[in-house]
């Protein structure tokens, strides 16, 4: 009986604590991009402006992202993102789309999308619409072949296209 009550009573501590830290809004709050993206290394764009981490409390579109955004898209709006990366904010405008600006991977084997493609077009190239990886393919008859004319895009660290980010300095 003694035995059970133990278990019992370590349990119950044992939940508890979780249900605290769990429960536990985040220790330090952050409204500059910077201090944040040097404080937590890593955080990942939440594809609608600011990073995907409840930390940071700051603008959206910070202005020094948007102004380095700018630098290289003079007619831009506010369609940009932003991320942290090894302990320095990135920046990327998202375009039409907003694609380039998405964590991806290098897919080798065709998906579903792709595979559904060359089903129904055979003998064509898979356009962007109907792609849902950064690699090209081409239909061969109903199989989807890896269009080697097109290099694979390279990506950060992170699973990002290295070509669409810019560093963003203080």
Same mark, same amino acid.
């Given at each position: 009986?003694?035995?059970? $009550? +133990?278990?019992?009573?370590?349990?119950?501590?044992? &939940?508890?604590?979780? *249900?605290?830290?769990?429960?536990?809004?985040?220790?330090? =709050?952050?409204?500059?991009?910077?201090?944040?993206?040097?404080?937590?290394? &890593?955080?990942?764009? &939440?594809?609608? @402006? /600011?990073? %995907?981490?409840? !930390?940071? %409390? @700051?603008?959206?579109?910070p202005?020094? =992202?948007? &102004?380095?955004? !700018?630098? %290289?898209?003079?007619?831009m #709006?506010? $369609?940009g993102?932003?991320?942290?990366?090894?302990?320095?904010?990135?920046?990327?405008?998202l @375009?039409?789309? @907003?694609? +380039?600006?998405?964590?991806?991977?290098?897919?080798?084997?065709?998906?579903a999308?792709?595979?559904?493609?060359?089903?129904?077009?055979? $003998?064509?190239? =898979?356009? $962007?619409?109907?792609? #849902?990886?950064?690699?090209?393919?081409?239909? !061969?008859?109903?199989?989807? *072949?890896? #269009?080697?004319?097109?290099? %694979?895009?390279?990506?950060?660290? !992170?699973?990002?296209?290295?070509? /669409?980010?810019?560093e =963003?300095?203080?």
């Amino acid at each position: 009986m003694r035995h059970r $009550n +133990a278990i019992s009573a370590a349990f119950a501590l044992c &939940s508890l604590a979780l *249900i605290r830290a769990h429960a536990a809004p985040p220790s330090t =709050v952050y409204h500059d991009p910077f201090s944040f993206c040097r404080a937590v290394k &890593s955080a990942d764009s &939440s594809g609608e @402006g /600011s990073v %995907q981490d409840r !930390r940071y %409390q @700051g603008l959206d579109l910070p202005r020094k =992202v948007l &102004s380095t955004l !700018r630098t %290289q898209y003079p007619r831009m #709006d506010e $369609n940009g993102v932003w991320r942290c990366m090894g302990g320095k904010v990135y920046a990327c405008y998202l @375009g039409a789309s @907003g694609r +380039a600006c998405m964590k991806t991977r290098i897919v080798r084997k065709p998906t579903a999308v792709v595979r559904g493609y060359c089903a129904q077009y055979p $003998n064509t190239d =898979v356009p $962007n619409a109907a792609n #849902d990886t950064f690699a090209e393919w081409i239909c !061969r008859g109903t199989k989807p *072949i890896l #269009d080697t004319r097109c290099p %694979q895009p390279a990506l950060d660290p !992170r699973g990002y296209l290295k070509s /669409s980010w810019l560093e =963003v300095r203080p």
